[in-house]
């Protein structure tokens, strides 16, 4: 890898040398998580809910290798993670549509294989037929996701079934490749359940000082019955994550359509943000838990948070404030938070992401979709994107 361009090619360099890394140790597994006891990756065989995150990697790390044999290497990895992630993913799942976004339109980017390109339509059709048409909603659908036995933690009751749940997250995991298909066919389809979910999303997950809901519950005729936390600290706190999708979902809305009422929202969401983060910008897993200098920061919020804002297109003067906070969560990432020691065995890492903290399962860890928008973040501000 190259290391030419300022601190944050020196930090893209590192990053793509940790998925090599990984590379060797997971073979043709997919990292998620980082078993810091164990001092190695847990894996899935299928990438479980996140698998599109390490083939973008793995992509990423072809177009930047500094040789044809490693960029063959990793292109080839990707290809079989594709087929893997490909045969396992739920279609009703919401998380079809982001993955499918990173393996199929994203990857035909990288290397211009058709094939790659009808997975992505291929996602865009999935979340158009799983769109709720009363509750003007896709729901989170029936994928399992790896984690605790009780997501909430062992005192917790399993949820509602996941054709009346809704998501603070599928505003970004399920209508990104929605907005990619329209621009792709023109197929009206496509955008008007994009616009349609999206214009949902600011009913049922936004509150007015900006804050998010996680989760929102509706019946058989679409009426919404409740709002509620699952991986909050509590009933009226913010859930970081959550909060990080729902601002690069906005972002994305806004990109997309240019319409006011998503800028609006995503200002309000991003002033929130501003107002509960530490001074360093990387938010503890909730944004009011309480006694938070003892609780775990999520990397993962912010990188995700970062990319968001940085895909902004800097020609509108409208989102120059929020484009300067997504640059200064990225420099604090990397910063504060990437292992950039050449010689340490985790070089490259980002550290201290949190995945559940009320299931106690990965809370200070490394993530491998903290590493995609790191290095998404980055490959976007060096206009490698």
């Not at 605790?148 to 062992?154: D, M, N, S």
């Not at 936390?229 to 509590?234: D, M, R, T, V, W």
């Not at 897993?285 to 895909?311: K, M, Q």
């Not at 790191?374 to 490959?379: G, M, N, R, T």
């Amino acid at each position: 890898m190259s290391n030419a361009g300022g601190p944050y090619r020196a930090a893209l360099d590192a990053v793509l040398t940790r998925v090599e890394t990984t590379l060797d140790e997971t073979g043709d597994r997919f990292p998620y998580v980082y078993d810091r006891e164990g001092d190695a990756w847990e894996t899935t065989a299928n990438g479980n809910w996140c698998g599109g995150h390490w083939i973008g990697l793995l992509w990423t790390a072809a177009s930047h290798a500094d040789d044809e044999q490693t960029r063959d290497r990793f292109e080839q990895a990707a290809r079989e993670h594709t087929d893997a992630m490909y045969e396992y993913m739920p279609r009703d799942s919401m998380f079809c549509g982001m993955n499918f976004l990173y393996a199929g339109f994203r990857a035909y980017d990288a290397c211009g294989d058709r094939t790659l390109f009808g997975i992505g339509l291929e996602g865009a059709d999935a979340m158009a037929d799983a769109f709720d048409e009363r509750a003007r909603q896709i729901p989170l659908g029936k994928l399992a996701i790896k984690g605790p036995e009780q997501f909430r933690g062992p005192d917790s009751d399993h949820g509602p079934p996941g054709e009346r749940l809704g998501a603070v997250d599928n505003l970004y995991t399920a209508v990104p490749v929605l907005w990619r298909a329209y621009e792709e066919t023109q197929n009206p389809r496509f955008r008007d359940v994009a616009v349609s979910h999206a214009d949902r999303h600011l009913d049922w997950y936004l509150r007015g000082d900006g804050r998010t809901w996680h989760h929102a519950v509706f019946d058989e005729r679409g009426a919404l019955e409740r709002q509620y936390n699952e991986l909050a600290h509590g009933a009226d706190t913010c859930w970081a994550r959550g909060q990080a999708w729902n601002i690069a979902g906005l972002a994305a809305a806004y990109r997309a359509t240019d319409a006011d009422r998503y800028r609006e929202a995503l200002e309000r969401s991003v002033a929130y943000y501003r107002e509960h983060a530490p001074t360093d910008r990387v938010p503890h897993w909730d944004f009011e838990v309480p006694d938070a200098a003892s609780e775990p920061r999520d990397t993962s919020a912010a990188a995700i948070t970062a990319y968001g804002l940085l895909t902004l297109l800097p020609d509108r003067p409208a989102v120059t404030d929020l484009r300067d906070i997504g640059w200064e969560i990225l420099d604090s990432l990397i910063g504060n938070y990437l292992v950039t020691d050449a010689q340490d065995p985790s070089y490259g890492r980002v550290e201290q992401g949190c995945f559940n903290r009320p299931g106690e399962y990965a809370v200070d860890t490394e993530l491998v979709w903290t590493q995609y928008y790191v290095a998404e973040a980055l490959s976007t501000v060096l206009g490698d994107r």
